[in-house]
Nanobody, 117 residues
Framework: QVQLVESGGGLVQAGGSLRLSCTAS????????MGWYRQAPGKQRELVAT???????VYADSVKGRFTVSRDNAKTTLYLQMNSLKPEDTAVYYC???????????WGQGTQVTVSS
């Protein structure tokens, strides 16, 4: 089973940008759907964005126009470019991938993103 490691989180002021990376332990070429989720304190984990192997994307309404998900199959890496960050974007961000059976149950350990006002 592929393992995922996120990086790139940190503290940023409102209006700033961050780029998250998710590095897989093997090629992600065969993984159809990968994505980013986030969980704020006291809230349920929610979808941020997903991307298919062919580049089709889906975004949560709250991040449309500000966040961009991309993947580099050759480098086994998934990215999340986050611009115009808001305090409500503060959360732990998790990388996600489908397993061999097409179930989205492969998770990274998470990376903290904190946006100050």
């Amino acid at each position: 089973q592929v393992q995922l490691v996120e990086s790139g989180g940190g503290l940023v002021q409102a209006g700033g940008s961050l780029r998250l990376s998710c590095t897989a332990s093997r090629s992600i070429f065969s993984i159809n759907v990968m994505g980013w989720y986030r969980q704020a304190p006291g809230k349920q984990r929610e979808l941020v964005a997903t991307i298919t192997r062919t580049g089709n994307t889906v975004y949560a309404d709250s991040v449309k126009g500000r966040f961009t998900v991309s993947r580099d199959n050759a480098k086994t890496t998934l990215y999340l470019q986050m611009n115009s960050l808001k305090p409500e974007d503060t959360a732990v961000y998790y990388c996600n991938a489908e397993n061999a059976y097409g179930i989205r149950d492969v998770w990274g350990q998470g990376t903290q993103v904190t946006v100050s006002s």
